[in-house]
């Protein structure tokens, strides 16, 4: 089989992608003009598929200097230009979106004959998506508002900009990390924290409590906790539904530490894997069986987002993160230099009723001469120390019946939590 596809003639391939893409815009088109109703018509699956076919044939009658191409291109360009002239006087409508897809499906030809396959199919499908989600993209853009764009911007100065002009020399001697490293840590927090926020805001924007839950773990475990014990004093006929839904947001937590490994320390992928897996495990069918247990059906106050007022992105936020990672990472030298181990155990166990992302990202970056066992137990004594806080701020802001259900779900991964670092203990 890979012997016949290595045979098949690329222009013979290339010829296919055209028609394809060139048809497929067409069609396309055709149905957004009997949506509309329109009357004046630039073409549709034929017209298309024709101006492709047409673009194909004057490249390959010159791949070197391109001149039938160029001159086609400008033939196209006049009867383009002509036709929205003339609909613009009958219509009045300024619309340019057939203009720009006739003139990409007739250089489509070229990109396909100059760049790789890869890039060329990933035009073909971006193209067709952005042609046909129109009304889709029209009712997002009503819904963003203004700071967005500053927000976005934000993200792009602190991925963009300022990461790669930071030195990758440490800081000090008592300070074990470069300004650099620092930075790339708040740049993979808000990555994640960015795009859980994008999507509990404008993709799912009424969830409802299950897949707030998961976004909301995803964004800050903490947070969602506190929000949804709260919510849970207004709606305490359904303890198990909150219960559940605050054992799926430590899922995530477990899910959300896993991932930071994975980019920080792959040496400790493997390793930790197990573990990982079987907590994420526990607590997400915990908490889907809580939720499953007296599943209500929420009203529209009770579906909005936990965190859509909540920008992920403040660079006040950055600067206290990148604080706190500092603290910890001379705090953490410290305890080693004076305490060794030991020192580093009782130091994971306190740092769990903080804010945990800074000291595991210090770990997982490898900044101390530990070995993997002895990060993975300070890793699951700080989740479980956390864990602990959360069931406390559940028990003082949920309601009365849910309370209890969170008490319960929450002793369960917590009792599978102090099993794993038993195990670690063991193992070691």
Not at 129 to 140: E, P
Not at 217 to 238: C, E, R, V
Not at 262 to 269: E, K, L, S, W
Not at 400 to 419: C, D, G, P, R, Y
Request: aromatic letters at 12%.
């Amino acid at each position: 089989m890979l012997d016949f596809l290595n045979s098949i003639n690329p222009l013979l391939v290339n010829f296919i992608l055209v028609v394809l893409f060139s048809f497929s815009i067409g069609m396309e088109r055709r149905k957004q003009y009997e949506k509309e109703a329109r009357r004046q018509i630039f073409g549709t699956d034929r017209t298309f598929t024709l101006i492709g076919i047409l673009g194909f044939l004057l490249l390959m009658a010159d791949t070197q200097t391109k001149i039938p191409y160029l001159i086609g291109m400008l033939i196209i360009t006049i009867f383009i230009g002509i036709f929205y002239i003339s609909k613009v006087f009958k219509e009045q409508n300024y619309g340019l979106t057939s203009v720009i897809l006739c003139l990409i499906t007739y250089g489509f030809p070229l990109f396909l004959h100059t760049t790789t396959l890869w890039l060329s199919l990933l035009l073909f499908v971006v193209v067709l998506i952005l042609s046909d989600v129109k009304k889709t993209l029209q009712n997002i853009s009503t819904k963003i508002q203004g700071d967005e764009f500053l927000t976005l911007a934000k993200f792009i100065i602190i991925i963009g900009i300022i990461l790669p002009i930071l030195p990758k020399e440490n800081i000090h001697s008592f300070i074990p990390v470069s300004p650099y490293k620092i930075w790339l840590a708040i740049v993979v927090v808000s990555a994640i924290s960015y795009i859980s926020y994008l999507l509990q805001r404008y993709v799912f924007h009424k969830s409802g409590i299950l897949l707030t839950a998961i976004l909301g773990g995803l964004y800050s475990s903490t947070a969602s906790t506190i929000i949804l014990s709260k919510k849970s004093k207004n709606d305490d006929d359904n303890p198990k539904t909150y219960a559940g839904a605050i054992l799926i947001t430590i899922a995530m937590m477990y899910l959300r530490v896993f991932i930071f490994l994975i980019i920080f320390n792959t040496d400790m992928v493997r390793f930790t894997f197990p573990y990982f897996a079987c907590l994420f495990l526990i607590s997400l069918l915990v908490g889907i069986l809580f939720y499953r247990a007296n599943k209500i059906e929420h009203t529209k106050e009770d579906s909005e987002n936990t965190l859509k007022d909540e920008n992920p992105l403040e660079f006040k936020v950055s600067i206290i993160f990148a604080g706190l990672y500092v603290l910890f990472s001379i705090v953490t030298n410290f305890v080693l230099t004076h305490y060794g181990e030991n020192g580093l155990s009782a130091l994971s166990i306190i740092v769990g009723v903080t804010d945990i992302t800074p000291f595991l990202l210090n770990l997982f970056q490898g900044h101390y001469n530990v070995g993997s066992s002895i990060i993975a137990i300070a890793t699951f004594q700080a989740l479980v120390s956390n864990n602990i806080l959360k069931t406390i701020y559940s028990q003082i802001l949920g309601g009365h019946k849910t309370k209890k259900e969170v008490l319960k779900a929450f002793s369960i991964v917590i009792i599978a939590n102090i099993l794993v670092i038993i195990a670690l203990y063991i193992l070691r």
